[in-house]
C-alpha cells in the first residue's frame, strides 16, 4: 500500500488533508453502470472515497465492450455490475468496493429506505419516472443525489441536494476582505504609525499598499463628510493623489495601491447574498434545526454585535511590495482578528428544487425566452429532447431510433410527443428545428465512451465540491457538441 | 421495427452510419466509413500521464484501434490518484509501455504501439507517419515542439500553399491538444494554416512568474519567498559548482530546512516540505475528473476531424470548474505572419552562398536567431549537429553552395532545426524557411516575396 500521502499529493494541494478525510468518510452508490457510471465512479475511486455500491441488473453484453473500459471479453454474459466493481477495485485498495445485481428502478419502486445508508447517490441513465421518485427518496432521506446522463451527444448532469452549505471556502480569486475602507481598531492604529511621507527613500518605497489606501482613504472621508469616493470623478481624483505621493517612478508599492483602489470604493458591510441568508426564517434556530443554520444563526449575532456590520475576517492577506518586517506584522494583525472572530468566511445556500416540482411547474419565461435565443436555443431544445425521449419510451417501449429501421415514423413520433410536452409546459406555440429532432432519432439512446468519460468526469468533480462544500456548485448544465 | 444483431460497435454505429443534421461538410455515413477509420487511421497520443491515459481509453473504444504513444517518464508513486491504467507495482516502469499493454489487454483488436523516449529523439519521417496527432502534454516547450513539427508539415517537401495562401488538404496535420491544471482545463483543434497553431496564440501561456532576485535576498514576505531564496541564492552559495537536483530526496530537504531557518529569522510562517516541492519543481495540482472531461473533449474532436460526424469544435474550449461550472468556446484567429504555420520566412541568397553561410545567417536573422542548426531538403539531410555518425557524413556539405545541394532550383522550401532564443531561454524548434535563389529566371514570384 502506497503512503496516502505521496499518493495523493497532487490533490492534496488542492483540497488539503481536511477535505481528503471528508472524501475518504463518504460512502456512494452508483445505479447503472454503462460507461457514464463506471467513468464517474472510476475518478471518484483513484481520489480515495471512503466505500463504493455498484447497483446494476444487467448482464454484460457484446456491445458493451465497445463503450465500457470496465468490461472486457471475458465478461460477457456475466452481471455487469460485479465486472465492474472487480475493476474498481483494482484501481485503490483503500476503496471498499460492492456489488447489488438488481435493476435501480426496482429498488427505488421495492425499497426506497436502501438509499438512506449512503452519503451520496450518483444516478446514471435513469428515465425521468425514476429520476422524479428516486430524488424524494434521497430529499427526504437527507442523501444528496447527482444525476448523470448520456444520450448521443449530448447528456446532462444534475445536482440534488437539500441545502449545500459553504462554510468553509476556498475562493479561487475572490475579492480580498482587507476592510480598507473600515479597519479595525488595532489596525487603524498600526497604519497611526507610519507616516506616508516619510523622507527616507527607502522606507517609502517598502510601505505596503494596504496601509497606503487605509490612510489615504481616511484622509479622504474626514474631508468628504465620512464619504468614500462614488462617483467616477471623485475616484479619478483619489487615484490621483495616490499618484501624487510618489516620489519615484519605480515605486511597486504605489503601483500596486492605484491598482488596488476600487477595493476601498466597494461597500462596507456583509453582501447582498450572505444578507439574504441571515434573514431568511430558518436562520431563527430550534432544537430541530440543522447544523448549517445553527451556523447561520451564530453569523447573524455576530454581524448584529461583535461585528459591527461586518462578517468575520477571513485573515489572508495577498503578497505585496513591502518590507518583511512591515509585511509580517499586518499578517499578524489580519490573522489575529480572523482568529478572534470565528473561523468563519461567509455562508451560503444554495437549495435546489426537487426535480419534480421543477417538471410539473417550469419557469414559462425563461424557457420561452431560451427557446428563441440563438445562443441557447439548442442548448434548450436538447434539455426539452431529452425529456420528450422519456415520453416517448413510456409509450412506445423504445427510444426513437434505437434500433435500425422506420427511422421516418420515429421522428414524426418523437416531434408530436416533444410539441404536447412543450405545451405542456407552457409554451404553446414554440417549436424544436427538425436538425434537433433528427439529431435526437439518430443518437438513438446510443451511449457513447466519449460523451459518457465527459459527462461522468463532470459528475465525478460535482460529487467532490458538493463534499467540500466548494463556494458554488452546478445548478444545471448540459451540452450538445 | 428490425433488432441490430449484437455488435461491439452498437452505439458508435448510430453516429457513423446514420445520416445526419448537424455534421460537417464531408460526412458520408456507412459501414465504409467505420472500416476506413478502423483500417487506415493512425493517431499518435504524445504523453502518457494523467491526459494521455484517459486518451488512449477514450480513442480505443472511439473506433480508433491503429495508436502509438510517446512518453519519456517513468510511472511514479504521485501519478496514482489519476492515471488509472497504473498500480503501485508498475511504479519505476515507463508509462507508454505499460499504458499502452493495459488497455490492449482489455479492448479488443486494439493495437497500441509505445516509444518510450524524448519527443525530440524521433525523426520528422515519424511524425509524418500519423493522421492526426493528440497532444496530452503539460509543458509548453513540448507542445511548442511538436507545434513546429506539425506546421512543418504543412509543406511536406514541396511548397503546399496554393496561390490564394491556401493550405492544401493533403499536407494538413491536424492536432487536438488538451491541458489540465487542478479544476481547469482546455481543449482545442490545430488544423495548421486553417486554425491558429500553439504559437500563434502563444499569449494564452504567460511565462512563469518569478520573483525578483532582490525580493528574495531582501525583502522576503511570503513562505514561497524562503524557498526560492534556498534554492536559488543560498544553494550556490554553499554548494560550489555542485548543481541542484529536485529529484533527489536529500538536496530537496537541505531546500526545505535552508527556507525554514530563513523563514523564522524574519518571522514569515508556512514553510512545509511540501510546499517546497511544489515551489521547487513547480508542481501543478492535478486530479482525475478534470483529466477525464478534458480527454474526452479531445478524443471527441479526433473523431469529429476524422470523420465529420459532427461539427467540430472552433476552436478553443475552456472548461473552470472553481467556482460552479463555466464552459467557453473562443475561436481565435490565425497569425498570418506566424513563423510556424505561416507559410515559412523568406531568405534570398546569392546562388554561391555555402551551406555554412547559411547556417551562420540563421543565427543574425533578427526572426529566426537560431543556433545549432540541423538543415533538410525535401526529407534529404543537408547538415545535422547529431547524432556524430550523421554529423561526420553530412560535414562535407557545409563547404558546398546551397543551391547546388538544392539540385538547382530557384526557390524551395528547406527545413532547419534549431535552438531558439537567447540566454537561458533557449529551446529546440523547427522552422520553415522559402529560400529563393537570386540571378535566377523567375524568382520574382510575386507569391514567394510577400509576407515574410
Ligand atoms: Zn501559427
Known amino acids: 500500500m502506497a503512503e496516502p500521502k505521496t499518493k495523493y499529493d497532487r490533490q492534496l494541494r488542492i483540497w488539503g488533508e481536511q477535505g481528503q478525510a471528508a472524501l475518504e468518510k463518504s460512502s456512494i452508490c452508483l445505479l447503472n453502470c454503462g460507461p457514464t457510471g463506471s467513468e464517474t465512479l472510476k475518478n471518484l475511486v483513484l481520489g480515495g472515497v471512503g466505500s463504493i455500491t455498484v ?11 465497445g463503450n465500457n473500459f470496465m468490461v472486457d471479453e471475458s465478461s460477457v454474459g456475466q452481471s455487469k455490475a460485479k ?28 425499497n426506497p429506505s436502501f438509499f438512506s445508508q449512503f452519503t451520496l447517490v450518483v444516478a446514471t441513465q435513469l428515465v425521468e419516472s425514476s429520476m422524479v421518485k428516486l430524488d424524494r427518496i434521497c430529499r427526504d432521506a437527507n442523501v ?81 463628510d465620512g464619504n468614500l469616493p462614488s462617483t467616477r470623478e471623485e475616484k479619478k481624483v483619489f487615484k490621483d493623489l495616490i499618484k501624487a505621493k510618489m516620489i519615484a517612478s519605480d515605486e511597486d508599492n504605489y503601483k500596486e495601491a492605484i491598482e488596488a483602489s476600487f477595493k476601498v470604493f466597494s461597500p462596507q458591510g456583509i453582501s447582498p447574498a450572505v444578507q439574504q441568508i441571515i434573514n431568511d426564517s430558518c436562520a431563527d434556530v430550534n432544537s430541530n434545526s440543522s447544523d448549517f443554520w445553527v451556523l447561520v444563526a451564530a453569523l447573524k449575532e455576530f454581524i448584529a454585535n461583535e461585528g459591527g456590520g461586518e462578517a468575520p475576517l477571513e485573515g489572508a492577506i495577498p503578497d505585496m511590495t513591502s518590507s518583511t518586517e512591515l509585511y509580517v506584522n499586518l499578517q499578524k494583525i489580519y490573522q489575529a482578528k480572523a482568529e478572534t472572530d470565528f473561523l468563519v468566511m461567509e455562508t451560503y445556500v444554495c437549495r435546489y428544487r426537487l426535480i419534480e416540482d421543477e417538471y ?69 406555440g414554440s417549436t424544436l428545428t427538425e436538425d434537433l429532432i433528427n439529431e435526437m432519432c439518430r443518437y438513438g ?25 466548494f463556494f458554488f456548485c452546478l445548478i444545471f448544465s448540459q451540452w450538445i457538441w | 421495427m428490425a433488432v441490430s444483431e449484437p455488435s461491439r460497435s452498437r452505439d458508435l454505429d448510430k453516429l457513423l452510419l446514420r445520416p445526419g443534421h448537424i455534421i460537417g461538410p464531408n460526412f458520408e455515413p456507412g ?25 488512449l481509453k477514450d480513442l480505443a473504444l472511439t473506433g480508433f484501434p491503429n495508436l502509438d504513444v510517446i512518453d519519456m517518464d517513468r510511472i511514479e508513486v504521485t501519478n496514482l490518484n489519476r492515471q488509472f491504467l ?70 511536406g517537401t514541396r511548397l503546399s500553399y496554393d496561390s490564394d495562401d491556401n493550405p492544401r488538404d493533403e499536407t494538413v496535420k491536424p492536432m487536438v491538444d488538451g491541458g489540465t491544471e487542478g479544476f481547469k482545463g482546455h481543449a482545442r483543434i490545430i488544423l495548421p494554416g486553417t486554425t491558429p497553431c500553439f504559437e500563434c496564440t502563444i499569449w494564452l501561456f504567460p511565462p512563469q512568474v518569478k520573483f525578483p532576485l532582490c525580493t528574495l535576498a531582501e525583502t522576503p514576505r511570503t513562505a514561497a519567498h524562503c524557498i526560492e531564496y534556498a534554492h536559488l541564492i543560498k544553494w550556490d552559495e554553499v554548494h560550489s559548482g555542485k548543481s541542484f537536483d529536485p529529484d533527489n530526496p536529500e538536496d530537496m530537504q537541505w531546500v526545505y530546512s535552508e527556507a525554514v531557518k530563513r523563514a523564522e529569522l524574519f518571522g514569515i510562517p508556512g514553510v512545509t516540505y511540501s510546499l517546497t516541492q511544489g515551489v521547487v519543481k513547480n508542481i501543478i495540482p492535478a486530479i482525475a475528473s478534470t483529466n477525464a472531461i478534458i480527454s474526452a473533449a479531445c478524443a471527441l474532436e479526433t473523431l469529429k476531424i476524422v470523420s465529420d460526424c459532427s461539427k467540430t469544435l472552433s476552436n478553443y474550449l475552456t472548461y473552470n470548474g472553481v467556482e460552479g461550472l463555466h464552459t467557453k468556446v473562443t475561436e481565435f484567429v490565425r497569425d498570418k505572419d506566424c513563423l510556424v504555420c505561416g507559410p515559412g520566412v523568406l531568405i534570398e541568397l546569392e546562388k554561391s552562398v555555402t551551406l555554412k553561410k547559411f547556417i551562420d545567417q540563421l543565427e543574425d536573422h533578427p526572426k529566426l536567431l537560431l543556433t545549432r542548426v540541423s538543415v533538410s531538403h525535401r526529407g534529404k539531410n543537408l547538415y545535422m549537429q547529431a547524432p556524430p555518425v550523421l554529423e561526420e557524413m553530412t560535414r562535407s556539405n557545409l563547404d558546398l553552395p546551397l543551391f547546388d545541394l538544392m539540385g538547382g532550383i530557384s526557390k524551395d522550401i528547406v527545413h532547419v532545426n534549431g535552438m531558439a532564443g537567447k540566454g537561458d531561454k533557449k529551446q529546440s524548434c523547427l522552422r520553415k524557411l522559402r529560400v529563393v535563389f537570386r540571378g535566377i529566371d523567375g524568382v520574382t514570384d510575386i507569391d514567394m516575396a510577400g509576407g515574410a
Open chain 1, 83 to 110: 465486472t465492474v466493481c472487480a475493476f474498481l477495485e483494482e484501481l485503490n485498495d483503500a476503496v471498499k468496493a460492492k456489488f447489488i445485481e438488481e435493476y435501480p428502478e426496482k429498488l427505488i419502486e421495492s
Open chain 1, 360 to 428: 410539473n411547474s417550469p419557469v414559462q419565461l425563461e424557457l420561452q425566452k431560451y427557446l428563441t435565443d440563438e445562443d441557447y436555443c439548442v442548448a434548450v431544445g436538447f434539455y426539452i429532447l431529452l425529456r420528450a425521449v422519456d415520453r416517448f419510451a413510456a409509450n412506445y417501449n423504445s427510444f426513437p431510433g434505437q434500433f435500425d429501421g422506420e427511422m421516418d415514423e420515429e421522428i414524426s413520433r418523437l416531434k408530436t410527443t416533444a410539441v404536447t410536452l412543450l405545451n405542456d409546459l407552457g409554451c404553446n
Open chain 2, 86 to 155: 497504473f498500480r503501485l507495482e508498475d511504479v519505476g516502469k515507463p508509462k507508454a509501455e505499460v499504458a499502452a499493454k493495459r488497455v490492449m489487454e482489455r479492448v479488443n483488436g486494439v493495437n497500441i504501439t509505445p516509444h518510450f523516449c524524448r519527443i525530440e529523439d524521433k525523426p520528422l519521417d515519424f511524425y509524418s507517419d500519423f493522421n492526426i496527432i493528440v497532444l496530452g502534454l503539460d509543458s509548453i516547450e513540448a507542445r511548442s515542439y511538436i507545434n513546429g513539427v506539425a506546421c512543418g508539415f504543412l509543406v
Open chain 2, 31 to 55: 459501414p465504409e466509413l467505420r472500416e476506413a477509420i478502423k483500417e487506415s487511421v493512425k493517431v499518435l497520443v504524445v504523453g502518457a500521464g494523467g491526459l494521455g491515459c484517459e486518451l
Open chain 1, 55 to 65: 447497483v446494476d441488473g444487467s448482464k454484460v453484453e457484446l456491445g458493451d465492450l
Open chain 1, 144 to 224: 444528496k443525489l447527482i444525476f448523470a446522463r448520456s444520450y448521443g451527444l449530448t447528456g446532462f448532469v444534475r445536482i440534488s441536494v437539500k441545502e449545500h452549505a459553504v462554510i468553509e471556502s476556498k475562493p479561487d480569486h475572490f475579492l480580498d476582505d482587507l476592510r480598507l475602507n473600515n479597519p479595525w481598531p488595532e489596525l487603524r492604529r498600526f497604519a497611526e504609525t507610519i507616516d506616508l511621507d516619510t523622507p527616507d527613500p527607502v522606507v517609502h518605497k517598502h510601505t505596503p499598499y494596504v496601509i497606503i489606501l487605509i490612510k489615504m482613504a481616511e484622509e479622504w472621508t474626514k474631508t468628504h
Open chain 1, 445 to 469: 439512446a446510443a451511449e457513447l465512451h466519449a460523451v459518457a468519460a465527459f459527462i461522468g468526469g463532470i459528475a465525478s468533480q460535482e460529487v467532490i465540491k458538493v463534499f467540500f462544500f
